[in-house]
């Protein structure tokens, strides 16, 4: 529970659909400069689309009513174990839901796994390194540097 909302978890089949919620109440400021993409809100979320592999399970973090976040698990054969998006909606970014939502996060994961995030989101990354995260390598791709953080 935080802030006296019961916190549930829903699997999502419609990823167009959760990521455009979410990204919908983000400002302009958080779409040119903080997202991978720099671009609209269409274009951010067309590319975030683009980077979560179709078997990749969505997982809706609801505080009560109201979706709070959501985060992308796709687990392959032999390969590690990857987050392959994650939001949290601007209101529940605190330390008490954050911290929920990670215990959470790692609950699904049950074990060590991977996540990539674009070295202009600098405080995703301060926030990673805050709870725990290791930078395994820096890669770029299409023109951007990632930092490839272990959990």
Known sequence: MVSGKEITLSKEKDKRKVVTEFYMAENNFWHKLVHKRGG???ENIDNTLKSIYEEAEMIVVNAGKEKAA????YVA??????????HVKKEYRNKEFLTE??????M?????????ICSINEAAIEHLKRIGGTIEKDVE???????????
């Open 70 to 73: 959501f985060f992308c698990k």
């Open 141 to 151: 791709s299409n023109g951007k540097q990632f930092l490839i953080f272990k959990l």
């Open 101 to 106: 939502f990670w215990s959470i996060v790692r």
């Open 77 to 86: 054969n032999s390969a590690p174990l990857e987050l392959v998006g994650f």
């Open 40 to 42: 609209t809100v269409e």
């Open 108 to 116: 699904e994961f049950r074990g060590a796994f991977y996540t990539a």
